[in-house]
């Protein structure tokens, strides 16, 4: 199981915020490349990048600095989300050198955009469903539709996507531990590899992620407490690989 840091971009900062609200940020430094090299260093084998800007403005803010990180390490994978709502801009980021693109809020109100994208650009789409009680929010969490995640999840797992990041919002920056009993639930009845976000707190976290690893669990995306010292990247993967045979 991997574990994942996560660079969340705002106003070109590296950032954390609590609950998905942007007046709740606490910057981590300017230099996007640098944190990307931190985590490199400790051994990171995929990076989750977020554009928060693009999230609330449904077009990529921070593109330079997600470009300037691809081509700084070309053979590591990435993942990118936020403001991800056209071809073009999909083909703009793996032309950059992504390796995949998180299909949000576009993929909650238009479905349909979903398997046209993973038929122009199989292998590299991602959805990214964030869920509040079951049900799936959308627009920088701003809004809580009447869909369930594990719905959504089955749809999608036909239409040829690659995995779910799957975030529950009221655990997302609140160091509160993650909700593997939803994780592994939707990896099971969605079909769909999922990758954990929200709430990963601790070595603890990343051991009961483990032993649901079987249900597909392939990785756990971890921020604040890596940047506030909760967890050390490097041991959790170490941890990781122990406890799943080395798998990603």
């Avoid at 036909?158 to 009221?170: C, E, F, K, L, Q």
Wanted: aromatic share 6%; net charge negative; hydrophobic share 40%.
């Amino acid at each position: 199981m991997l574990v994942i840091p996560a660079i969340d971009l705002k106003d070109g900062q590296c950032v954390r915020l609590k609950q998905g609200r942007m007046e709740d940020a606490t910057s981590y430094g300017d230099d996007p490349v640098a944190m990307a090299a931190r985590w490199v260093e400790a051994g990171a084998r995929r990076l989750h990048l977020v554009d928060l800007n693009g999230a609330f403005e449904g077009k990529p803010v921070n593109g330079d600095a997600v470009t300037a990180i691809a081509r700084a390490y070309p053979d590591l994978p990435i993942q990118i989300g936020g403001g991800i709502r056209s071809a073009d801009t999909i083909e703009h980021y793996l032309n950059a050198g992504v390796s995949y693109v998180i299909i949000g809020t576009k993929a909650v109100k238009e479905p349909a955009f979903v398997g046209e994208m993973c038929r122009a650009f199989p292998g590299h789409v991602i959805v990214g469903l964030d869920a509040k009680d079951g049900y799936v929010a959308t627009d920088g969490w701003a809004e809580v539709s009447t869909m369930k995640a594990t719905e959504l999840a089955k749809r999608f797992a036909n239409d040829g996507v690659s995995s779910i990041v799957y975030t529950d919002i009221a655990r997302d920056g609140m160091m509160q531990g993650v909700n593997v009993e939803a994780t592994a639930q939707l990896a099971r009845e969605g079909g769909l590899p999922v990758i954990a976000s929200g709430g990963v707190t601790n070595l603890d976290d990343i051991k009961t992620l483990c032993a649901a690893a079987d249900s597909g669990i392939l990785g756990a995306i971890t921020g604040r407490a890596i940047y506030e010292g909760s967890l050390d990247l490097a041991e959790a993967q170490r941890l990781s690989d122990q406890l799943t045979g080395g798998g990603s």
